[in-house]
Nanobody, 121 residues
């Protein structure tokens, strides 16, 4: 069992920044990838970024150049630094853990409860 707890969401004006954190605990061994996904109201959940144990990462085109994912393996924590936020970034952001490297949310076994990010125009 892996527990993921997100924090750092909130309300920000367009152009602003937020940093999300996701703390992992429990049986995390073997879960090599931590990913961030988001779901806006009335839409399907979409991939945002992932980072592997070794630091490899991938971003969705919509956030490339604005968001940065990082992880502190000693703290079992992954971060998502979000800069130049846009109203279309408004969503619930979820952290998830997978045993494989994947952009597909079906590959992720454990999910956090989500944190709301709202960007006002």
């Amino acid at each position: 069992q892996v527990r993921l707890v997100e924090s750092g969401g909130g309300l920000v004006q367009a152009g602003g920044s937020l940093r999300l954190s996701c703390a992992a605990s429990g049986r995390t061994f073997g879960y090599v990838t931590l990913g961030w996904f988001r779901q806006a109201a009335g839409t399907e959940r979409e991939f945002v970024a992932y980072i592997t144990w070794s630091g490899g990462n991938t971003y969705a085109d919509s956030v490339k150049g604005r968001f940065t994912i990082s992880r502190d393996n000693a703290k079992n924590t992954v971060y998502l630094q979000m800069n130049s936020l846009k109203p279309e970034d408004t969503a619930v952001y979820y952290c998830a853990a997978a045993r494989v490297v994947s952009l597909d949310d079906a590959s992720y076994d454990y999910w956090g409860q989500g944190t709301q990010v709202t960007v006002s125009s």
